[in-house]
């Protein structure tokens, strides 16, 4: 009997299955941005020391998802205007690459990878279950990073994936008015990518980044106002 195709099965480290729980925790769009994160609550809920659960928590701020106040704890971290503004900038440049490219790539196996991301989407705001839209509004576009065949660009995006991942996970829980508004939003990238349109992919690309983000920033500045008149 021939081995050659069996792989290692990966075993992780209780730290590295702390850190993608709690990962999966803060991204899921169910925790309100700038929440207190307490040591001693999670630790005894995850059932772990509190220095594997603390390790965890500074890999998080590492990514950016999490941010550790001196003296006081941790919390989820709370986007400022100028963090999104950054964040869809930044994204927005690294996407419409990846679309153009990967709107033109003919390879069956991309062209299946793709539309399985985006039936995923599609099935996920028809369900309207919330956290697993966001799983599939960030798979949908890791998918169209990976179908570009562009590794440089896959590897810049993999920096900032889980602040892309917050940054969804606020917009379509504090932002969006349901699940048609999250289909809306990507209609016209899904049309170019499935067209083969790499020019219109590129611009649809932009175009939902640019909307998104300035939508998210009139919303914080709207919290942000309200907190000052309070």
Request: proline share 3%; hydrophobic share 45%.
């Amino acid at each position: 009997m021939s081995t050659s195709k069996l792989r290692p099965i990966s075993r992780q480290s209780t730290e590295a299955i702390v850190t993608d729980t709690l990962r999966e925790y803060i991204v899921s769009g169910e925790v309100p941005p700038g929440q207190r994160l307490t040591e001693i609550a999670l630790s005894e809920q995850l059932g772990v020391a509190r220095a594997t659960l603390r390790a965890a928590l500074l890999r998080l701020t590492a990514e950016g998802i999490v941010v550790q106040i001196p003296y006081t704890g941790w919390q989820v971290a709370q986007l400022s205007a100028q963090d999104v503004w950054e964040i869809w900038t930044l994204r927005g440049s690294l996407e419409s690459l990846a679309s153009r490219l990967a709107a033109t790539r003919r390879e069956p196996e991309v062209r299946a990878a793709l539309e399985a991301a985006i039936s995923e989407f599609l099935d996920a705001c028809a369900a309207g279950d919330l956290a697993r839209m966001n799983a599939a509004d960030f798979a949908l576009h890791r998918a169209i990073v990976d179908a570009s065949g562009h590794s440089r660009l896959a590897a810049q995006y993999h920096v900032v994936e889980q602040q892309v991942r917050l940054f969804i996970a606020t917009s379509n829980s504090r932002v969006a008015t349901g699940p048609s508004d999250i289909v809306a939003q990507h209609e016209p990238l899904i049309a170019a990518l499935r067209a083969g349109d790499g020019e219109a992919a590129a611009q649809a690309a932009w175009l939902h980044d640019e909307s998104e983000g300035n939508r998210l920033m009139s919303w914080i500045r709207a919290q942000e106002s309200a907190g000052d008149q309070a």
